[in-house]
């Protein structure tokens, strides 16, 4: 039995040296989270739901009267599905083995859908963010902060610990928390409606004829910004805080509201006091002040 | 003996089902179709009357029994025999609510046992005597706490991954609803018909319900 030896020329090893690296990174970048893009032709007024338990979720309106989705995954461990049943789109994040800790079941999604698509997103932490799309949306979240621009429909969102914010939003404005601050900027939105306990909130925007604005917290600052051609009727209640006020209201003429009589209140109208404006806190402060 | 016309049937015969049978009505029944029908018809609405007439007026004993288990056993009501033996399994109850997820039922008895509070205690924004508010009050809120504080330990108890940091964050904001629900309490104890005060607590107390539902939600996920 004979033996062979085979030794490497010098350009074998030059070869060598610039081949395996190459072949060893190829098999990293392989082995690493998959991303994924899928499309989906949908009609008008399609839903989109997305159920993700972190990590960061971006939609954008487009012209295209379809859905597409690109996924990251934060590992191997972590599937994304992504499948439509009619016009509904349905996409969600889950374990794809059972080691995966809740903590490290992220994904993060960039979607495009119809502007007039309706949206039902869950997304326990990281963000979310959605711009132009004019449809209804739910967003649900425990840390997730939801950031909203040039939306419109009827919104309703619920954070935990989350913050909000809403800037050029239209339509109507449901937003609650716990510990979560709002800031909701620019809204031409005729019925606003937000609480939080310990977060502050603040409302920059139109008072449109009619409309309803009722913000509520425990403790923190409740801002509202004015300019002297709005007209609402005022009801601004601090249980345990302060009120401050720059607007000057035209008081009423027989006091109505019951709470009058506890904490620092103050009652009022504003020019034709066309808009309904609640503000109440249980220790915080209340600023009405003009607007720059 | 004179005959009968369907006519004069019609008028005797409340009498005949009654058990009247004189010899004319017999003889018209014999020979009248429509009258016979109609005889009939009668009587068998009548015997399942009677089968009607012989089933109990009110439900049976194991439907109190087990109505009075299931509210014994959320503290509505406190057991009169408290060393009678255990009751018996309320298997229909069970069965009733075994199709719909716990996270669901807890939600929907929390908002409940919420919406029960704010109906017991008088319309929002109306004026409330003082004795009649505090009467309400404490009929009503001090189960309406007791219960949420109940329902907090049994979740905080199934939370599976108490360690992560969804799990870290609701408990985080379940210590800020509580410390509110205390504040709000001590208002309303201290001005009872604050009404502000009163929205402030019914707020806090629907916010913890809320909580607590995520939270067995994810009790039962695992998430």
């Known amino acids: ?172 404005v449901e937003v609650s928390s716990i510990s979560g601050s709002f800031k909701l900027v620019d809204l031409r939105s005729y019925h606003v409606h937000a609480q939080t306990s310990t977060g502050n909130i603040l409302f920059d925007g139109q008072f449109l004829p009619n409309g309803t604005y009722r913000l509520k917290n425990y403790s923190g600052a409740i801002e509202v910004r004015f300019s002297p051609g709005d007209s609402f009727d005022l009801s601004a209640m601090s249980l345990r805080g302060t009120v401050n006020n720059q607007a000057a209201l035209t008081p009423k003429a027989h006091p109505q509201h019951f709470y009058s009589k506890f904490g620092n209140s103050l009652f009022g109208t504003f020019n034709a006091g066309r808009a309904k404006v609640e503000l109440s806190s249980f220790d915080g402060t209340i600023n009405i002040l003009k607007r720059d | 003996m004179a005959s009968m016309t369907c006519r004069d049937f019609h008028h005797e015969l409340d009498k005949w089902m009654d058990g009247e049978r004189p010899a004319n009505a017999q003889s018209h029944l014999k020979s009248c179709v429509h009258c016979g029908a109609l005889v009939a018809d009668l009587s068998a609405i009548q015997s399942e009357a009677e089968t009607w007439d012989s089933l109990p007026s009110e439900p049976p004993e194991r439907i109190w029994t087990a109505l009075r288990t299931q509210l014994e056993s959320e503290g509505l009501i406190e057991d009169p025999h408290p060393e009678t033996p255990e009751p018996r399994s309320i298997g229909w109850w069970n069965d009733l609510f075994a199709k719909f997820p716990r996270p669901v039922l807890a939600g929907a008895y929390l908002a409940a046992l919420v919406a029960f509070a704010f109906a017991m205690s008088g319309t929002r924004g109306n004026h409330v005597k003082d004795v009649k508010w505090l009467d309400g009050s404490t009929i009503v809120s001090s189960p309406l706490s007791a219960q949420l504080d109940s329902a907090e330990v049994a979740t905080v108890a199934s939370m599976r991954q108490p360690n992560s940091a969804v799990a870290a964050s609701l408990h985080q904001n379940l210590a800020i609803v509580d410390n509110y629900i205390a504040l709000c309490e001590k208002s309303v104890r201290e001005e009872p018909e604050n009404e502000a005060a009163r929205d402030f607590l019914y707020d806090a107390y629907q916010q913890k319900a809320d909580l607590l539902t995520q939270m067995s939600e994810r009790g039962e996920t695992g998430q």
């Open chain 1, 1 to 172: 039995m004979s033996t062979t030896q085979t030794t490497l020329t010098p350009w074998q090893w030059k070869t060598a040296t610039l081949i395996v690296p190459g072949l060893l990174i190829c098999s990293a970048v392989s082995a690493g989270p998959k991303r994924q893009e899928q499309h989906f032709k949908v009609d008008a007024h399609p839903v989109i739901t997305i159920h993700n338990p972190n990590g960061m979720i971006t939609v954008k309106a487009w012209t295209k009267a379809e859905v597409m989705v690109i996924s990251t995954p934060a590992s191997d461990q972590v599937d994304v599905d992504a499948e439509q049943m009619g016009n509904r789109v349905d996409i969600s994040t889950h374990a794809a083995s059972q080691d995966v800790s809740s903590d490290d079941m992220r994904a993060d999604y960039q979607i495009n859908v119809p502007e007039d698509a309706e949206l039902q997103i869950h997304d326990d932490s990281g963000e979310v963010n959605v711009s132009n799309v004019l449809g209804d949306m739910n967003v649900e979240t425990i840390g997730a902060g939801v950031d909203l621009q040039d939306t419109a429909g009827y919104l309703t969102i619920k954070t935990v610990g989350g913050s909000f914010q809403c800037i050029r939003c239209a339509g109507q």
